[in-house]
């Protein structure tokens, strides 16, 4: 889950590479570093500890410079988050790599180049591939075979760039498993982990797939696969703006991305018809045959998936199971007849997602859909329908406007399945009726937000909280305790609400706050009964209820009152409000809101 920047141009490129490193800082903030080889063709180095900053402000007190470099952000793998282990890491004065991924056979390669009298610096996996290329070069070998010739013998996951002393005009980078771009530029060429990097330099992009390799210089690129032969990839023309990219007048990218919701909403459910055609061109055949729905997910994605499995089950009558990406892919499972597997991520390259899709036996699906926010994206690229997603860059690791455009993804998908069930109760104008009414709704829940904020005051000193909800607001409860306990560190869990007296409510005394969410439902009454069972027990409610329900605040329980939306509009909504406790929470106990400990954004190692 490290961020890479790579750059060969023919102009100086430290202050590309610190810009690429502050845009890719979401992937991981233990430490980072820049390696660029200057006039001399001496390599010249900094790496730290820390955020991004430290980097800075140490090339500010001493400045290093080059037309050619590698530079890295770092989440911690193999080895502590300490200088040592930072990348760059160099061999012989001569060679510096970065690397994002997982090499599995480290270990037996750390001591066959132990035996040859390497001495290691760190200890982290990814020292074993420089000096393995070291030593080719060593050998007589080119760059490009030296690196060609260690891949071949790494096991795991990466995306690596590298740049060597003796070649003076060479950047070469490698891809397997781990997300890596090429951005084209006028006399100069990049790499990175991502598009958002590059886009402070360049429109234009190539998507290396697994296998490739590219050599990079200021005048241009060659792409070959793992033999050396020669590969055409296709260049693409990128023609969002990067100014969604900006944290602006907010304190945090989590609170801007929370304001976002109603725009990126507009932006994801603007069409006028419940196209198949939504999801690609061969949709409509493929729903044809559709009578089961495998969803593969991870996180908060998982939850998205969680709550599709109640409306695709409860409108379409369609069997739908949801699997955590990880667990999926090392199980024996069985699959029922024209089963469309439904894969959702935000970046579109979460590791755990990509690898159950590639691991599908050739008979287990129908076909494979994609809900992703990134187009060209590893995950959209192995599958054969899309429903992109318009979030925009989401830069805060807690994700917010991702997880509400894929719910309005996964009701639209909801939607057009379910007119082809016979059993199916959804009548389509609710579907339109949601669509419509969602973004002022979402709108008028931020409106809340002062509200809310004040509720921050009970969770400051409390170590636990949990979290109820029914039916299809079950997974929204567990999505609130998911962002509450990322970014303020308070330990929290969600149940339904109905299982509190099967264990839960042991936990429940005057030092547990309990956030329910309470729309106006078939299931209100019970639930009132459950929060009733906290009260007795002198639990602390914060309920988050229907305006029409009319649910006032009292002795042990305050009730904020959320927008009366449709069915289908209701998980969108609490969701948002869930979302803004969480980040006030965390705001007022001080933790770092877009980059909380030991989390990155990406999940793109195992």
């Known amino acids: 889950m490290c961020g890479i920047v790579a750059a060969a141009a023919q102009r100086e490129v430290s202050g590309i590479l610190l810009e690429g490193l502050r845009r890719l800082e979401y992937r991981g903030y233990d430490s980072a570093g820049m390696a660029l080889i200057d006039a001399g063709q001496a390599l010249q180095l900094h790496k730290h500890a820390g955020k991004v ?25 193999h080895g502590e988050p300490t200088s040592a282990n930072a990348h760059p890491h160099l061999s012989g004065e001569r060679v510096a790599l970065v690397h994002n991924g997982i090499i599995e056979n480290h270990a037996t390669l750390r001591n066959a180049l132990k035996a040859e009298g390497v001495v290691f610096q760190s200890e982290t996996d990814t020292e074993v591939i420089v000096h393995l290329i070291h030593s080719s070069l060593a050998q007589g070998e080119t760059l490009f075979d030296a690196v060609r010739l260690t891949v071949a013998k790494l096991e795991g996951a990466y995306a690596i760039a590298v740049v060597d002393t003796s070649h ?12 890596l771009v090429l951005g084209i530029g006028i006399g100069e060429m990049f790499a990175g982990s991502d598009t958002l990097a590059l886009r402070q330099v360049t429109d ?16 241009g690129y060659q792409i070959f696969d793992k033999t050396g032969d020669s590969l055409e990839r296709a260049e693409t023309r990128l023609r969002d703006t990067d100014n969604q990219a900006d944290r602006g007048e907010f304190e945090h990218y989590m609170l ?12 994801t459910l603007t069409f006028e018809a419940l196209d198949d055609g939504l999801f690609g061109e061969a949709a409509a055949a493929i729903f044809d045959h559709v009578q089961a729905v495998q969803i593969i997910a991870c996180g908060t994605s998982y939850h998205a998936g969680l709550v599709a499995r109640h409306w695709l089950e409860g409108f379409a009558g ?3 199971q949801v699997e955590v990406a990880s667990e999926f892919r090392y199980r024996r499972s069985v699959s029922l007849p024209g089963t469309l597997v439904v894969t959702i991520s935000q970046s579109g390259e979460t590791a755990d997602t990509l690898a159950a899709i590639k691991h599908l036996p050739g008979d287990y699906a129908l076909a ?54 016979a059993s199916s109760t959804l009548d389509e104008a609710l579907v339109k009726q949601a669509i419509a009414e969602l973004p002022s709704a979402v709108e008028a829940t931020i409106a809340q937000d002062a ?4 509720l921050a005051a009970h969770f400051i000193q409390r170590d636990h909280a949990l979290f109820l909800g029914r039916g299809v607001y079950h997974p929204i409860a567990k999505e609130g305790a998911l962002k509450l306990k990322e970014i303020s560190y308070i330990h929290a869990e969600a149940y339904p609400a109905g299982e509190l007296k099967h264990g839960p409510l042991a936990l429940v005394d005057d030092k547990m706050p309990v956030v329910a969410v309470a729309p106006k439902d078939d299931l209100l009454d019970k639930l009132k009964s459950n929060l009733e069972e906290v009260r007795a027990r002198g639990g602390q409610l914060f309920v988050f209820a229907d305006q029409a329900v009319a649910y006032e605040s009292g002795p042990g329980i305050t009730v904020i009152d959320v927008p009366s939306v449709s069915e289908l509009a209701g998980p969108i909504v609490y969701t948002v409000v869930l979302q803004l406790l969480s980040y006030h929470v965390a705001v007022a106990k ?17």
């Not at 402000?57 to 989440?75: F, K, Q, S």
């Not at 003076?168 to 997300?179: K, L, M, N, Q």
């Not at 509200?451 to 004040?454: G, P």
């Not at 001080?590 to 195992?606: H, I, M, Y």
Request: proline share 4%; glycine share 6%.
């Open 53 to 77: 900053k430290n980097l800075e402000d140490a090339n500010a007190r001493h400045p290093i410079l080059g037309h050619r470099g590698v530079a890295h952000t770092r989440w911690a793998t």
């Open 168 to 179: 003076d005009d060479e950047v070469v980078v490698a891809r397997e498993g781990s997300p």
């Open 204 to 219: 234009t992009f190539v998507y290396l797939e697994d296998g490739d390799l590219a050599i990079l210089s200021a005048g």
């Open 318 to 320: 369609i069997p739908c």
């Open 590 to 606: 001080g933790t770092d809101v877009d980059k909380p400990r030991n989390l990155a954004k990406s999940v793109t190692v195992e």
């Open 451 to 454: 509200k809310i904020r004040e």
């Open 256 to 267: 801007k991305e929370i304001y976002e919701q109603p725009d990126r909403l507009r932006d």
């Open 368 to 421: 494979k859909l994609a809900i992703c926010n990134v187009d060209h994206s590893a995950i959209v690229r192995a599958s054969d329908l899309v429903f992109l997603t318009k979030a925009g860059p989401e830069i805060g690791v807690a994700s917010t406007k991702a997880f509400t455009t894929q719910l309005a993804a996964l009701m639209v998908l909801t939607a057009c399945l379910s007119r082809r069930q």
